[in-house]
C-alpha cells in the first residue's frame, strides 16, 4: 500500500493546522498532528425559537436560520388561504410585506431578500419575487399545481411534481421564465426538495394513496432513484444540499412524526427528533442550521418554531 508521503499534495491539501472554516466533507493533512484530518457534523439538537405572528400550515420558507422568510399557508375552520409574511432574524419574527395571491400548500426557495414563491392549493400556475420590501408578480408556471418540491435561488429554481393530479413534470426557472425539464420517475405530491438545480433532491411525498420513503437525484440532466428515507412521509420539507440534506417532521400514513433524518451523500442517518411532531411545516436554512417554522401537529396549526443546530467538527481519520 502506497504511504501517504508519496501521494501528498496530489489529492489532499497540507495545512499546518485544520481547515478554516470547517466545511462538512473537506479533508486535509495536518502537518502540525501529522494526521489526516476531515470536516464532519456533530450531534444536532432542535431548540425553541421565536413563534411567528401567524398561526398557519401549508406554509411556504426561503432564507436562512438567522434571516428567514416565511409566507402563504392557510388556517382552519374554515379553511382560509393567507398571504401574510413574515421575516425571521434568529430570534424574533417580524410582519412583512403580504403576498399578491393568498394560498396554501406552495412552493419557496431564494433568501429573505430574494425570495421566490410559486404554485399552490387550488393548482394556481402563479410566481412571485420578493425584494425584501414587496412581492412582485412573475411569470407563470407553465402547469397550475400544489404540494410541489422546491431547489435553487430566485433566478434558478426547480418546481418539482406536486398535484393534482399527481404529476411527474418538472419546471426550471431562469429568473424570468419557467420552462419544462426531466421528470422525475414517480409521480407524487406533499413530497420535499432541496438543493440546485444542477444537483437536487426530490424526497419522499404522497403517491396517492399512501406515504412513500422515495428519493431521487437530479445532476442537471436526470433523475435518478437512490437510497429510500427510513421513515415512508409527506407533507415534511428538507433541507441542504444533494449531499447533505436534512429532513424532519411530515405524516407518516398513521400520525404527524417528530422524526429527523439527515443524508450524508450515501446514507440516511435518523437523529434527534422535533420537539413538536408535525407536518406541512416550512424548512429553512441548512443541514447544520434549520428552522422548523408553525405547521399541523394535528388537530390545529401552530406558531412554533424550532431551531437546529449541528456543530461542524474536525476529526483524525483512524486506520482500521
Known amino acids: 500500500m502506497a504511504e501517504y508521503k508519496a501521494i501528498r499534495g496530489h489529492t489532499i491539501r497540507t495545512i499546518a493546522g485544520d481547515a478554516s472554516p470547517l466545511v462538512v466533507g473537506d479533508i486535509w493533512y495536518n502537518s502540525t498532528l501529522g494526521k489526516i484530518r476531515g470536516a464532519k457534523l456533530a450531534t444536532g439538537a432542535w431548540s425553541s425559537g421565536g413563534n411567528l405572528g401567524t398561526s398557519r400550515y401549508h406554509l411556504g420558507g426561503a432564507g436562512t436560520q438567522t434571516a428567514g422568510l416565511a409566507f402563504g399557508g392557510a388556517t382552519f375552520p374554515p379553511t382560509t388561504n393567507k398571504n401574510e409574511s413574515e421575516e425571521y432574524d434568529g430570534s424574533s419574527w417580524t410582519e412583512g410585506s403580504n403576498l399578491n395571491v393568498a394560498r396554501r400548500f406552495l412552493g419557496g426557495t431564494g433568501t429573505q431578500t430574494a425570495g421566490l414563491a410559486f404554485g399552490g392549493g387550488g393548482d394556481t ?50 429568473g424570468t421564465n419557467w420552462a419544462e425539464g426531466p421528470d422525475v420517475n414517480t409521480a407524487r405530491h406533499a413530497l420535499g426538495g432541496t438543493g440546485t438545480t444542477t444537483a437536487a433532491l426530490a424526497v419522499a411525498g404522497n403517491p396517492g394513496p399512501g406515504v412513500s420513503d422515495i428519493v431521487e437525484e437530479w445532476n442537471g440532466t436526470s433523475w435518478t432513484e437512490i437510497v429510500d428515507l427510513n421513515t415512508a412521509r409527506f407533507k415534511q420539507p428538507v433541507c441542504g444540499t444533494s449531499t447533505s440534506a436534512l429532513v424532519f417532521g411530515g405524516y407518516d400514513g398513521s400520525d404527524h412524526t417528530a422524526n429527523t433524518e439527515q443524508f450524508n451523500g450515501t446514507s440516511w442517518t435518523e437523529l434527534a427528533n422535533l420537539s413538536l411532531a408535525r407536518g406541512s411545516l416550512a424548512g429553512i436554512g441548512t443541514t447544520s442550521l434549520a428552522l422548523g417554522a408553525a405547521g399541523y401537529p394535528g388537530p390545529g396549526h401552530t406558531n412554533v418554531s424550532e431551531e437546529w443546530n449541528q456543530e461542524v467538527t474536525a476529526s483524525s481519520f483512524t486506520s482500521s
Open 125 to 174: 400556475d402563479d410566481t412571485e419575487e420578493y425584494n425584501g420590501t414587496s412581492w412582485t408578480e412573475g411569470n407563470n408556471l407553465q402547469a397550475g399545481r400544489y404540494g410541489v418540491g422546491k431547489a435553487g435561488t430566485q433566478t434558478a429554481a426547480l418546481c418539482i411534481a406536486g398535484g393534482e393530479p399527481n404529476v411527474v413534470s418538472v419546471e426550471q426557472y431562469d
